[in-house]
């Protein structure tokens, strides 16, 4: 397999690297499994941080993986401007990192979410979402920690917000009580997205209840 090298970082308590390998090389990547203590960030073009429970998710999720020695060479690949993609536990990693602003707090009804919901892309300056403003796409999430909090909301860059099928926003479609809906975030330059959903759950359409492969427009952007 040829094109630009793709890592999905394997933690201990990592659930869902297979899922996203898989759907990332059915929308076209060269990409592989690489274990937290193999991790070499000049092999690869990007990297993926899976969903799962790294590390038992012990203090709380995220915290102990956020400081391990391979997310010194995440943060390498940041500054050098690749792309850095986390998925639900992985999004909960790279903002107990730093290089997400906010934080992921206990959903609002304090009961682990698993469900499809549907997000409007309202921001396409990212690589995962370029040519998609607008887009409604259906996206199953499934997470205890996942309501986005931020102090000061003019320095939050929004990527994906929960929304009604038509892309209506309103509460009545916030399942977790995230501000101002968000469901995704990006730092200023585009290049490091965190999401909630699991867009891997949603790039084979056999296996969707819905048949729709909507995860692979978002994964399809990481390979190009």
Same mark, same amino acid.
């Given at each position: 397999? #040829?094109?630009?090298?793709?890592?999905?970082?394997?933690?201990?308590?990592?659930?869902?690297?297979?899922?996203?390998?898989?759907?990332?090389? #059915?929308?076209?990547?060269?990409?592989?499994?690489?274990?937290?203590?193999?991790?070499?960030?000049?092999?690869?073009?990007?990297?993926?941080?899976?969903?799962?429970?790294?590390?038992?998710? =012990?203090?709380?999720?995220?915290?102990?993986?956020?400081?391990?020695?391979?997310?010194?060479?995440?943060?390498?690949? *940041?500054? &050098?401007?690749?792309?850095?993609?986390?998925?639900? $536990?992985?999004?909960?990693?790279?903002?107990?990192?730093?290089?997400?602003?906010?934080?992921?707090?206990?959903?609002? $009804?304090?009961?682990?979410?698993?469900?499809?919901?549907? %997000?409007?892309?309202?921001?396409?300056?990212?690589?995962?979402?370029?040519?998609?403003?607008?887009? %409604?796409?259906?996206?199953?999430?499934?997470?205890?920690?996942?309501? =986005?909090?931020?102090?000061?909301?003019?320095?939050?860059?929004?990527?994906?917000? =929960?929304?009604? #099928?038509?892309?209506?926003?309103?509460?009545? =479609?916030?399942?977790?009580? *995230?501000?101002?809906?968000?469901?995704?975030?990006?730092?200023?330059?585009?290049?490091?997205?965190?999401?909630?959903?699991?867009? &891997?759950?949603?790039?084979?359409?056999?296996?969707?209840?819905?048949?729709?492969?909507?995860?692979?427009?978002?994964?399809?952007?990481? %390979?190009?």
């Amino acid at each position: 397999m #040829e094109g630009k090298k793709i890592a999905v970082l394997k933690f201990p308590g990592t659930t869902c690297e297979l899922d996203v390998l898989k759907a990332l090389r #059915e929308a076209g990547g060269n990409s592989h499994v690489v274990r937290h203590d193999q991790f070499d960030p000049d092999k690869f073009d990007s990297v993926v941080l899976p969903g799962g429970f790294s590390y038992g998710d =012990y203090l709380t999720a995220g915290a102990i993986a956020s400081s391990s020695e391979a997310m010194r060479g995440v943060k390498e690949m *940041s500054d &050098e401007g690749k792309v850095v993609l986390g998925i639900c $536990n992985g999004f909960q990693i790279l903002v107990w990192s730093g290089l997400l602003e906010g934080a992921l707090l206990e959903n609002i $009804n304090r009961r682990f979410i698993s469900k499809w919901v549907f %997000v409007k892309v309202i921001d396409d300056g990212t690589p995962l979402t370029k040519g998609l403003k607008g887009r %409604v796409l259906r996206l199953p999430i499934a997470h205890s920690e996942g309501r =986005y909090y931020h102090e000061r909301l003019e320095r939050v860059k929004p990527i994906l917000i =929960y929304s009604s #099928e038509r892309g209506d926003v309103s509460e009545e =479609y916030n399942p977790n009580g *995230s501000v101002m809906n968000i469901a995704s975030v990006s730092n200023e330059a585009g290049n490091v997205i965190g999401m909630m959903p699991h867009p &891997e759950r949603a790039s084979f359409s056999n296996i969707s209840p819905f048949g729709n492969p909507d995860g692979l427009l978002i994964l399809r952007g990481i %390979v190009k």
